[in-house]
């Protein structure tokens, strides 16, 4: 018999806490919970500029919520915020069905999703560290005993001794899993640092995407390397319609024509409220991005959130110290709007285009590459004959104008980064 596939219903609620894009973030949390498998079947608010301490929702919003997933018949309750410990334990109890925070709805979805080794690591390591304050939950039955006589007082204390001494060992355990993990993780981030410096190392430029999840970053990688990459379809990337295909970042290079190369990495996308534990163990992830010369900020121009989208992504740099790096916005799915935008279009620093257009591709090769080739030199080197490998390496690193053959040597017209222009300077003809 195949197995069956049964989906669970939710519930999602919020409360506004003065925030202007509130809506947005509750259209981003129904998102989510599609992401995380959820059937939604109604929205609960409540208008309020503080969450109660005790059950974040006011007393009267929590009896309405329950009646509702009630009503709806909703086993599950997702909040577009993160509880403590005692609000998550007091809400269930209230309502009599399981509440899902944002942070662990984001959790689950990433856990969902980590492919590689160290995206798994990454995630484990986050999830146990939301896990461990929240640990008192699963031993509630085991603290909640109650006394009567005193011998049976007695009996009591000694039931809720143990089941202290039970959550003890569970927080130990996780405490040393996490630190297990942290460890590995090292070694793995270490490789991974050389690697990068080695890439640093090479002058070659590199270039990273960012942005919102499910924006098109992928798409836009695949397109120019089905453009400027030897064997593009061995080096695609994955690519698909949901939020946080990509927790991975990849690394390809780029070779526009003229020996213009450059790295580009497609880094994992960001959310609104992305959890600080997540941001923390994926921060090695991100380097790549931190450590580009030029950033493009791909938008989901089809989206009518796409401004909020883009204040997110810009927040979320800031939080990884990402701020000073050069920027191109990408307006991505142009094709997609409604209102028959042109594109490509160029303006400034921005580019609205469609990741499945070769003409936009083109268009956002040549930003790029006059960007990140901005300070290249042009100059003639008289290479004499007995320095042929100068020429080899000319050749391989820079955009030939020219060359012909004088009685004194290789004569070379060649334009060149400045970093590889200083290499050859004694070559250089006056």
Known sequence: MPETYVQINALITGITKRQENFDYTMTELNELAKAGGYNIVGKVTQKADFP???????????????????????TVVIVNDELTPSQLRNLEKAMGVRVVDRTQLILDIFGDRARSKQAKMQVEIAQLRYSLPRLRNRSAGLDQQGGGSASGGGAALANRGSGETKL????????????HLKHDLEDVEASEQTRSALRSESDIPTVALVGYTNAGKSTTMNGLLQLYAEKPDEKQVFEKDMLFATLDTSVRRIELPGNRQFLLSDTVGFVGKLPTKLIDSFKATLAEAKNADLLIQVVDYADPHYREMMKVTEDTLKDIGITDIPMIIGFNKADMREDNTHYPEESGDQLVY????????????DMIEARIFADSVTATYMVPFTDGSVVNSINSIAKVEKTDYTEDGTLIEATMSKANADKFVKYVQE
Not at 359 to 365: G, T
């Open 52 to 74: 109660a301490g005790a059950t974040y929702f006011g007393k009267g919003k929590v009896e309405e919520i329950k009646e509702t997933a009630r009503m709806q018949d909703a």
């Open 168 to 179: 003890e060992m569970d927080k130990r355990v996780l405490s040393k899993r996490i630190s």
């Open 354 to 365: 469609s990741a499945r257009d070769h003409d936009s591709l083109r268009k956002l090769a």
